[in-house]
């Protein structure tokens, strides 16, 4: 079966310079494991291709669970200069939540 | 040594709202308020306000949230830390004394200074996010290094109700009174590591509780209007509960816990301060109630011998035109307008920028299911060395009106002045920490 990562995880994504950083957080801890499998670093790397220039880093917290996405050169310069309405990024999220995963 | 310390906090960026801190304040029975009110840019702003006028640079609302909150403070013996003093704490300790004086209250106020160190950089320092040396970037405008508990510690020394810095590391606010009153050793990584758990959950203020969070259906908000903002419980040992007041809206939980302690962490083993290398791995998260959850675990490693310093230079100006389509091919016509703007400026602009808001303006592409919207905001941004080049932009596309695509409407044209950020270390021990007291 294919589902939206939207509905099995929540997310908010924060901004540092020209860095992105996205959480994703399964509703049901269960799901974790899955999240770990199928939701590599590559794999967020081709979802966000149009976005996303730099090395996208993932870090595994299992003890929340919880994983967290770092995407270097991602917000068109950062939020001062940046051309973007969203300069922040902070509506990311909500693209990173549009990925489908097999489960 | 009290066994509990309760901390709030009432603002997490600088354009927060007033009340919840008020409420924090009046019914949350707390003993530290903690107001965080810079972001990574607004210290520049702040100094070209400074430049222009030596009385100000310090934060716009810090009147009015002063103003409201005094007599509570004075009344509940809530001790005040608060970042507003932005590029001139001095001005801002100033004007409080100012206001406690027209209300008649007895207050005392210091001002932690230090963190400016413009003139300790030459300009060939290496940026980090470029490479290249700082002023490449452009005129240099500010520099103020991420100052940490060291430099509010001396303060919280003092008699001070109200303790008033400029750039400080967001978690220092809150490790700051915990080290004070708790006497934790300034070696004792893990007791830092885990002080900074509770500052980075607390400085967002209502992002704890349930500010940022809901999706209406999915992540249900309850009364989102007079969301409260969060206080911690925190004991001798470093163990954190958190809460906020009785009646006041938002939503307490694990959820919203986990969402703001990854909030802009760039590697969770190693959350760099000016106290300690934070360590969130270990974090143990725990709902024991009803808007409550317990946080314990943290960690870390000794603090690095250099301090982050945020520096702002003048980046140009940015123009931008708007203009809307509607009805049937709102979307083609729109494109046909771009494309004519792209015509006409791309050889001006080395950066320039075409939006189709209601289809692709937010991410460039649409990650849904495509469709024709029924109307289309062209938006135009390019950047500029000069106001006048920005200018172009807006007047492109108004000139729309009677050379474009047919039923172009409500035309709008702006010029923003850029201020632009970037970073460089600087050793700490350049930096001296000062406090300045006052009494009205």
């Known amino acids: 079966m294919i589902t939206k990562l939207y509905d099995i995880a929540h997310s908010r994504a924060g901004d ?8 994703l957080i399964p509703y049901n801890a269960d799901d974790y494991p899955l999240l770990c499998t199928q939701v590599t670093a590559e794999a967020v790397k081709r979802h966000l291709a149009d976005i996303v220039a730099g090395e996208i880093t993932r870090y595994e917290l299992p003890n929340l669970p919880a994983l967290q996405f770092v995407c270097q050169q991602a917000l068109t310069g950062g939020v001062t200069t940046s051309l973007t309405m969203d300069t922040h990024g902070k509506s990311l999220s909500f693209a990173l939540l549009e990925m489908l995963i097999e489960c | 040594m009290k066994t509990s310390i309760r901390i709030g906090c009432g603002a997490g960026f600088s354009g927060d709202r007033l009340e919840p801190a008020l409420v924090l304040v009046q019914q949350g029975g707390l003993d530290y308020l903690v107001l965080e009110c ?57 004007k409080i004394i100012e206001i406690a004086q027209r209300l008649s209250l007895p207050v005392t106020v210091v001002a932690v200074t230090g963190d400016d160190v413009f003139g300790l950089l030459s300009g060939s320092e290496t940026a980090l996010e470029t490479g290249k040396p700082l002023s490449d970037s452009g005129p240099l405008l500010s520099a103020n290094a991420y100052m940490g508990v060291d430099a509010i510690l001396p303060a919280l020394a003092t008699s001070a109700d109200i303790i008033i810095t400029g750039r400080v590391a967001d978690p220092s606010l809150f490790l700051a009174p915990l080290v004070h ?127 982050k310093v945020s520096v ?129």
């Open chain 1, 16 to 23: 540092k310079g020209n860095t992105l950083t996205l959480s």
């Open chain 2, 38 to 94: 810079l972001a990574e840019r607004t210290i520049a702003l702040a100094q070209k306000r400074k430049r222009q006028d030596a009385t100000l640079g310090y934060d716009p609302l810090l009147e009015r949230r002063i103003e409201s909150l005094l007599p509570h403070l004075s009344e509940k013996k809530v001790r005040l830390i608060t970042n507003m003093g932005a590029a001139n704490p001095l001005a801002a300790a100033q």
């Open chain 2, 181 to 307: 009153e708790f006497g934790w050793s300034t070696d004792d990584c893990n007791q830092l590591g885990q002080g900074t758990v509770i500052g980075h959950l607390l400085e967002c203020a209502g992002q704890l509780t349930g500010g940022y969070f809901a999706d209406p259906g999915r992540k249900d908000v309850p009364d989102m209007a007079h969301l409260g903002h969060p206080f911690a419980d925190v004991s001798p040992d470093g163990t954190a509960i958190f809460g906020k007041v009785t009646g006041t809206g938002g939503i307490l939980n694990l959820a919203t816990a986990k969402e703001q302690l990854l909030y802009e962490v760039m590697d969770p083993s190693r959350y760099i301060t000016p106290d300690v290398v934070a360590d969130f791995t270990q974090v143990q998260l725990s709902e024991i109630g009803p808007n409550q959850v317990q946080a314990s675990g943290g960690r870390g490693r000794p603090r690095p011998d250099t301090l």
């Open chain 2, 312 to 440: 702002g230079y003048e980046a140009g100006f940015i123009g931008e035109g708007e203009i809307s389509y509607a009805g049937s091919n709102a979307l083609g016509r729109a494109k046909l307008a771009g494309s004519i703007i792209r015509e006409r400026l791309q050889d001006r602009f080395t950066d320039l920028r075409i939006d189709y808001i209601g289809s692709t303006s937010v991410h460039r592409t649409s990650f849904g299911q495509d469709s024709d919207p029924y109307e289309i905001r062209l938006r135009i941004a390019g950047k500029a060395t000069t106001a006048q080049q920005a200018a172009l932009v807006g007047e492109e596309v108004e000139a729309l009106y009677t050379n474009g695509p047919a039923g172009g409407g409500g035309a709008r044209k702006y010029i923003h002045e850029l201020v632009g950020i970037i970073s460089t270390f600087i050793d700490r021990n350049q930096l001296v920490p000062q406090v300045t007291l006052f009494h009205a």
